[in-house]
């Protein structure tokens, strides 16, 4: 007989059902509106022959071949987990004594579980900072750049991350919305805990009261056909031009908000006198789009009520801090800011859950243990921290030191996937002593650690999904057994804890339960100081969730109508207390690459300096997995062609390089170069090449830097360089590239099967 249970994923709630000891189907939530499809990739997802069965060493480690040795072409030795243990505690304790508490690099970086206690980050981090501390990271890959720059300009990260105008203030009152990015339909079934799926009715909604939708994007498939988005293609990386020109123009006509400049802005009159020779005329040359078409965005973003935004992804690009300080510009000047669904936000098309209506309420959540560690870097440098040992790194006002990285410890997260540059990336990852990953799966982060510790996935633990933005508190009933010999992150923690004699202070004696009531009942006591009863843990345990309650009569929230009513009694938290269009703290860091105000910068990498048959390469998320997660299921397998991950190109660039639909392509710069199937496609701006991250990273020749990747992982081929020394973001957006057929036999693809093993210790 089935057993059913309920679960939860970045991909949508879902209720498992178990026959025989296997999970054998993922049936949606059936309070999800819309459930996604990504559901139905999970059983097999679980089941991969890409998991890890027990825990292993490479053996090149274990014969002395540590610091400055390539990872990735060794075999590996299957261990006891008795031996493991006790093998990593002495490695961490030597490091520690020889080397200090940070030379131990706590990455850990991902997207790992919807589940709020085995959330591998935490738990990994926790269990470091309580034996001593470790040099960590900051900010997000997504939006890192936004995380630096948007509270020197707003005073902090609402617009981003924050409680942001709801959908239905927009949809009553806006009438106009201009999407930087778009509004992608993919990017709505994931989000950072696990929602029922909004974000595509909240769009419809909108359009079906009355807002008109403008997509400003190289390719029209960035919003979906049903809300009927104007299509207004631009060259990547262009966008900050664009954005000036609409301001020039809107001053040129005297259609600014003069009254909120005045009152609620700081800097306006330096930077409007910035902008002399900044007209359409200007921006077309270097947008591509029509000079007429900027003068009429302006004026209808002028004329009506408007909101705009502007997906994360714009930021991910060289100096990608100026055009949502643009953005945030324009909004200046159409004095909109605070105004009833209007405004500025970021990331609208960028993950679902934003801008739903919500109450104010807590989330569950993982108590957090102190760093004694000061050390720290922006998220996507680790290479430069790897590579630069004694050196300094500029970041936000700061000079960062960097201290020698001994050992790397990664648990929920994969570098390979998100990192840039990935052949640089190597060798500086071949210069620590010791790699420890904790993974289900062997992804090339696995494949390329000393130590691998085999995690248990979401299916084989209990857990509870909770994020702010979602309407539910999710139960994660365990599905199945263990596979393998797979092991809990917290229990894995808190042997090595125990071994370094604080296991008591790790666990605080709560076992995998006691600690699912104790996060339940702190989350029940926090809801009932905002008027919220949640129910017992017992009966939200048996009923699978809690629904949250939405906001009294659906009332309506707009960001920033407190600060825009009365700016004295309300004022930003920046050092004037208003929006700072030009910013004297940044003014004084005295960075080329980030003025004090917005501002036109040349990409270091664009069409505008492409030789002829160079291609700017946009990686995007993917509509068939959560970043590289789901890569081993059917539904990423069956978008593939020949097991290649696709590039999109239009006709046109087809055509002009003998590239035919459906065959496999090189695709290469000087940093790298990977495999990927050709697809053509209509409405995509020439010039442009689209290629979905998450491919498993797999080289022909494993552990040799420079290697070709069969398999298609863009990352070969973006740059590893900050956004600016300021913002010091990912800048992944900016990248040439060129593409040919590939005339040879294919090579297998080998990122979904297990590495060499060899003998056992």
């Known amino acids: 007989m089935d057993q059913i249970v309920p679960h939860a994923s970045h991909w949508g709630f879902f209720d498992a059902v178990v026959r025989d000891g296997r999970f054998v189907e993922a049936r949606p939530f059936a309070r999800d509106p819309m459930p996604p499809r990504l559901v139905a990739a999970t059983p097999a997802t679980v089941h991969s022959e890409a998991r890890i069965d027990r825990p292993y060493v490479r053996k090149g480690w274990l014969e002395g071949r540590r610091a400055g040795h390539a990872r990735g072409g060794d075999p590996f030795v299957p261990v006891s987990w008795d031996r493991i243990t006790r093998l990593l505690a002495e490695e961490v304790a030597q490091t520690r004594a020889e080397h200090g508490d940070n030379a131990l690099f706590g990455g850990s970086y991902g997207w790992a579980s919807a589940g709020r206690f085995h959330h591998a980050k935490t738990q990994l981090q926790r269990y470091l900072a309580l034996g001593g501390g470790y040099t960590t990271s900051v900010n997000a890959y997504s939006y890192a750049t936004a995380q630096a720059l948007l509270p020197h300009v707003l005073g902090d990260v609402e617009v981003l991350l924050g409680r942001m105008t709801d959908w239905s203030a927009i949809a009553r009152h806006a009438r106009f919305m201009l999407c930087l990015g778009g509004l992608a339909e993919k990017n709505g079934q994931v989000t950072s805990g696990a929602a029922a799926q909004t974000y595509v009715p909240n769009m419809r909604a909108a359009a079906e009261a ?222 620590s002593e010791t790699i420890v990953v904790q993974e289900p799966w062997w992804t090339a982060v696995a494949r390329h650690a000393d130590i691998v510790l085999p995690a248990t996935t979401t299916l084989e633990r209990n857990d509870i999904a909770s994020t702010s933005r979602d309407r539910f508190v999710r139960a994660m009933h365990r599905a199945i057994a263990p596979q393998g010999q797979a092991r809990n992150d917290h229990d894995i923690l808190a042997d090595l804890a125990d071994a370094a004699g604080f296991r008591d202070r790790f666990t605080e004696q709560r076992d995998e339960g006691a600690w699912l009531r104790f996060l339940y009942g702190r989350w029940v006591t926090a809801c009932a100081k905002f008027g919220f009863e949640a129910p017992d843990f017992e009966r939200f345990w048996a009923e699978g969730h809690v629904e949250l309650p939405l906001p009294a009569h659906r009332e309506e929230y707009t960001q920033f109508a407190a600060f825009r009513a009365d700016p004295e009694a309300s004022p930003l938290d920046t050092p004037s207390g208003k929006v700072e269009v030009f910013s004297e703290a940044i003014a004084a860091m005295n960075l080329p690459d980030c003025p004090g105000m917005p501002s036109w910068i040349p990409p270091r990498e664009s069409l505008l300096s492409a030789a002829p048959d160079e291609l700017h390469l946009l990686s995007f998320q993917p509509a068939t997995r959560l970043h590289s997660q789901l890569d081993p299921g059917p539904i990423a397998a069956a978008d593939k062609i020949e097991g290649r991950e696709p590039i999109l190109l239009c006709a046109e660039d087809a055509r002009t390089r003998g590239l035919a639909d459906g065959r496999v392509v090189r695709v290469w710069n000087e940093r790298g170069a990977c495999l990927a199937g050709l697809r053509i496609v209509e409405d995509l701006t020439p010039g442009v090449a689209l290629m979905a991250t998450g491919a498993w990273f797999d080289p022909l020749e494993p552990g040799v830097p420079g290697s070709l990747c069969v398999h298609g992982n863009p990352n070969v081929l973006t740059a590893d360089v900050g956004t600016s020394r300021m913002g010091q973001g990912p800048s992944a957006q900016s990248c040439l590239v060129r593409v040919e057929p590939w005339l040879e036999a294919l090579p297998p693809v080998r990122a979904h099967v297990p590495p060499p093993i060899e003998g056992m210790i």
């Open 210 to 431: 009355g807002v008109r939708f403008v997509n400003v994007s190289p390719f029209r498939g960035d919003t979906m056909e049903a809300i009927g988005a104007e299509w207004v293609p631009i060259r990547p990386g262009t966008d900050t031009a664009l954005l000036l020109a609409m301001i020039r123009h809107i001053l040129d006509r005297g259609l600014e908000d003069r009254e909120f400049l005045a009152t609620h802005v700081t800097g306006w009159d330096r930077f409007a006198a910035s902008l002399d020779g900044r007209t359409p005329k200007w921006a077309e040359g270097i947008t591509g789009v029509p000079a007429a078409t900027i003068r009429r965005l302006a004026e209808e973003c002028a004329g009506q009520p408007t909101m705009l935004t502007a997906a994360w992804s714009l930021q991910r690009a060289d100096h990608g801090e100026q055009p949502y300080w643009a953005l945030v510009a324009l909004a200046c000047a159409l004095g909109s800011i605070g105004k009833p669904g209007q405004g500025v936000g970021f990331g609208y098309g960028s993950s679902g859950g934003i801008g739903n209506p919500r109450r104010e309420l807590p989330s569950v959540s993982m108590p957090a243990a102190p760093n004694p560690v000061r050390d720290f870097i922006p998220v996507g440098r680790i290479t430069e921290l790897l590579e630069n040992p004694g050196g300094t790194m500029a970041y936000n006002g700061l000079n960062l030191a960097l201290p020698e990285i001994r050992m790397v410890w990664w648990a929920g997260g994969n570098p390979f996937h998100h990192h840039q540059d990935l052949n640089r990336f190597l060798r500086a990852w071949a210069r």
